[in-house]
């Protein structure tokens, strides 16, 4: 059975760093990107990041890059994205999710796995 698995989340004041984790287990992931995404409160899901499970190719969204940093750690099956000078627009539940490597990983059409978010709060 697949699962990833989100923690991490809370709240924080504008400014201040996050670390979410996602813990992958269930299959082999050697084909498949793991990204981020979010959902702020009346708004769509959003692309934020995803990283190659082998580590080999990243890609952010605008609105995160120079900020966030998502990679991976090989012992624990485990995807990080590291939040740092959080904005109050940052605030949304943040999911991680599995897509094949052969599709566009920043769409969300494409994740065939889901964890089941994990919330930021970010106050000005």
């Known amino acids: 059975q697949v699962q990833l698995v989100e923690s991490g989340g809370g709240s924080v004041q504008a400014g201040e760093s996050l670390r979410l984790s996602c813990a992958a287990s269930?299959?082999?992931?050697?084909?498949?990107?793991i990204g981020w995404f979010r959902q702020a409160p009346g708004k769509t899901r959003e692309f934020v990041a995803f990283?190659?499970?082998?580590?080999?190719?990243?890609f952010y969204a605008p609105s995160v890059k120079g900020r966030f940093l998502v990679s991976r750690e090989r012992a624990k099956n485990t995807v990080s994205l590291q939040m740092n000078n959080l904005r109050p627009e940052d605030t949304a539940v943040y999911f991680c999710?599995?897509?094949?490597?052969?599709?566009?990983?920043?769409?969300?059409?494409?994740?065939?796995?889901w964890g089941q978010g994990t919330q930021v709060i970010v106050s000005s």
């Open positions: 269930g299959r082999n992931f050697a084909s498949y990107y």
């Open positions: 990283i190659s499970w082998s580590g080999g190719d990243l």
């Open positions: 999710g599995a897509a094949n490597k052969g599709y566009d990983g920043e769409d969300e059409q494409n994740y065939e796995y």
